[in-house]
């Protein structure tokens, strides 16, 4: 069993999509998937799902077939239905066996960030240091965006802001494509263990997510700190808050600094490149302001709210409501607010991508956990906080069909019967 739990906790991690996963993502979820498959088929005879749990697993398996079977503008409909089998092995375990899951990767996800929480020290401090240019992989385009860093961390050169000692305070990325990862994921874990901040991984969340300057973050954790604080009686967690706040506040006023330098003094870039006269790899140094890091540099983009929705987006929303009945149900195509909506991100590219049949089918396979929590007098206010964060993270980070956010979320909401023995009966029970 232990190996299932392993795998299920693997398969959530990788799609978290770490930077050495970028353009090889496929493969990796290949062998996860593999993994978990071989460790399904040899504990299967442990596992007894009650007739809720398998209906559940039912009704998202339908779920991810029928993503799966809507078209694209470009290319062939995304293969969604490869992470059925993550979907009903997680759904089919036990409370117990599901928070041992959610354990395996929650201490995964806190360790992975510890190496950029160490560098980000030692930027700030301003010692030298020489930090190289990630080369993207052409299925792994961003943009114009630039990525710097070391085996274990990489930071974002226009998410950050240069200090007058010559330091850099750079958002915490971690290993992954953006502080808001950090932040949305930090929050959403801290949540789902109802802020168990004395924790080890709960401390490294917490600072993490404070490092990311994720305003995604700074909502989520202080709302959920203050809920808990009330939930739980435990007012230790609204003095938590304030530093929560504190972040925030950083972000909505932009900080910058009159007396900063130029460019950051002991930072240089190591830049691959090519020499076609010699046919090799060779490297050159560079400094941080060739790629748009300087005295004039913010932590992130001066548009604080609403910062993932273009105005290409909102053109597809218009006329997706103004289209006939068929694409008002099934969508514009599963890819339409990347095609057409300039890859924004926000709850309402499910209507569009995936139209009003995939938006209530979602909202349904969410709503029954709690539904069954209530109808066996489970629902407390720590759970009815939970799902409200994670309903406010939903605004800017919609597919939560993702096996990390799946987790966390059936985690999140059954953690509430972990100590509480009546609470596993009537989950067992079914």
């Given at each position: ?392 993270s939903f605004y800017q980070r919609p597919v939560i069909w993702l096996p990390a956010q799946v987790l966390i979320y059936f985690a999140g909401i059954y953690w509430a019967a972990a100590s509480r023995p009546r609470g596993a009966d009537a989950l067992r029970s079914g």
């Amino acid at each position: 069993m232990a190996g299932l739990l392993w795998s299920l906790a693997l398969m959530a991690f990788v799609s978290l999509n770490p930077y050495f996963m970028w353009g090889y993502q496929k493969v990796y979820y290949a062998v996860a998937s593999s993994l978990l498959v071989l460790s399904f088929m040899g504990c299967s005879r442990m596992l007894s799902p009650t007739r809720f749990q398998l209906a559940l697993c039912a009704a998202f398996s339908l779920f991810l077939m029928y993503l799966s079977l809507l078209p694209k503008v470009e290319g062939a409909p995304t293969r969604w239905f490869f992470l059925i089998p993550y979907t009903v092995a997680l759904l089919a375990l036990s409370r117990e066996n599901l928070t041992k899951t959610f354990d395996n990767f929650y201490w995964i996800f806190a360790l992975s960030l510890i190496p950029g929480m160490l560098l980000w020290i030692w930027l700030v401090a301003g010692l030298p240091i020489e930090m190289n240019y990630l080369t993207l992989p052409p299925g792994a385009r961003r943009g114009t965006v630039h990525y710097f860093g070391l085996p274990g961390a990489i930071f974002i050169s226009s998410n950050a802001v240069i200090l007058p000692s010559g330091g850099v305070v750079f958002r915490l990325c971690g290993i992954y494509d953006e502080p808001g990862t950090v932040g949305t994921i930090a929050a959403l874990c801290l949540a789902a263990t109802r802020f168990r901040l004395r924790e080890a991984r709960g401390a490294i969340s917490l600072v993490a997510g404070i490092l990311s300057f994720s305003l995604a973050f700074a909502v989520l954790t202080t709302l959920g700190l203050l809920g808990m604080a009330i939930a739980g009686r435990r007012p230790k967690l609204a003095v938590a808050a304030l530093a929560t706040i504190l972040a925030g506040a950083v972000i909505v006023s932009g900080v910058t600094f009159e007396r900063a330098p130029t460019t950051a003094p002991n930072l240089t870039i190591t830049v691959p490149s090519s020499d076609p006269a010699r046919g090799e790899d060779v490297q050159t140094k560079s400094t941080p302001e060739r790629f748009n890091l300087d005295y004039r540099s913010h932590l992130r983009s001066l548009r604080i709210f609403n910062s993932r929705i273009e105005p290409e987006m909102l053109e597809l929303l218009d006329k997706y409501a103004s289209s006939s009945p068929r694409t008002i149900l099934f969508g514009v195509a599963s890819d339409a607010s990347i095609v057409y909506g300039s890859e924004s991100v926000v709850w309402y590219r499910i209507l569009t991508d995936h139209g009003l049949i995939g938006f209530i089918w979602l909202v349904l396979l969410y709503s029954l956990p709690v539904v069954f929590l209530w109808r066996a007098g489970r629902l407390d206010l720590s759970v009815v906080v939970f799902c409200t964060l994670y309903l406010m993270s939903f605004y800017q980070r919609p597919v939560i069909w993702l096996p990390a956010q799946v987790l966390i979320y059936f985690a999140g909401i059954y953690w509430a019967a972990a100590s509480r023995p009546r609470g596993a009966d009537a989950l067992r029970s079914g």
